[in-house]
């Protein structure tokens, strides 16, 4: 499903990824882990197809990672959701599944259970005024818009980020469900406790290079993580960022 080949970006006097390989099968759930600016979001942005590596090669479903024919089969949900402001939560839902040539009211249906399914008519940017609620709220609208289309792969960025107990329960439920579909999940995350036991491999990325790769046999990846690294120095080390600030909108 994933195959990255020796892939690197380089910034302005910055290298975000260096020589990077990955390959990742149909129906793993892979948790990718690192401290800030050890690369994780310029991976998934390259698998996402929003950038291009500087040398290298990225592919999902056996095409260039950027090709207009791999959208249907990816969805990508990135730590700040790039949704509209000036939408309503119904009307961001509907614009995401005619994108995708999905079902509107299977769209809509997403809905029920989770702290939007009251306020369909609320614009998003009222889901952006400060505390924890609304900010919550913004994910999961986010979440619902990159998994709208039933796509073979997930790319989910930070995806527990303002999520409250109720909400990260809700979604380790829908992981659940991606996995025992068979689905591909890549998931980068600093929280792994919440899908700590639907994790099938672990990857660890430190400074733009993969420093382990694991496959998991009856581990949790929490324990994992520890063995390898029982100080936490890969998951603190500070660096720059890895990619340009973006606030614009991604296309669906």
Not at 150 to 165: H, Q
Not at 217 to 223: F, S
Request: charge should be negative; aromatic fraction near 4%.
């Amino acid at each position: 499903m994933i195959a990255v080949e020796s892939a690197s970006v380089r910034y302005a006097g910055h290298t975000a990824l260096a020589e990077v390989g990955l390959t990742v099968g149909e129906g793993e759930f892979v948790a990718l882990v690192g401290h800030n600016g050890s690369g994780k979001t310029t991976l998934l942005r390259l698998l996402a197809g929003l950038e291009e590596p500087t040398s290298g090669r990225v592919a999902v479903a056996g095409r260039p990672a950027t090709a207009l024919a791999v959208r249907a089969e990816r969805g990508y949900a990135p730590a700040e959701p790039p949704l509209y402001d000036y939408l309503t939560v119904r009307e961001q839902l509907v614009l995401a599944a005619r994108l995708y040539g999905a079902p509107v009211r299977e769209a809509l249906a997403a809905l029920a259970g989770t702290a939007l399914e009251d306020r369909p008519d609320a614009l998003v940017r009222e889901l952006s005024l400060g505390m924890r609620k609304q900010l919550g709220m913004r994910k999961q609208l986010g979440l619902l818009v990159a998994t709208v289309h039933r796509p073979r792969l997930l790319l989910l960025d930070e995806p527990t980020n303002g999520l409250d107990s109720g909400a990260a329960g809700a979604l380790r439920a829908a992981a659940a469900d991606w996995r025992d579909q068979g689905r591909t999940v890549l998931l980068c995350t600093h929280d792994l406790g919440w899908a700590d036991e639907l994790v099938s491999r672990l990857v660890v990325l430190d400074h733009g290079a993969v420093r382990h790769d694991l496959r998991l046999d009856g581990e949790t990846a929490t324990a994992a993580l520890h063995r390898l690294d029982p100080t936490g120095t890969l998951l603190t080390t500070a660096d720059s960022p890895t990619h340009p600030a973006s606030t614009e909108p991604a296309t669906p």
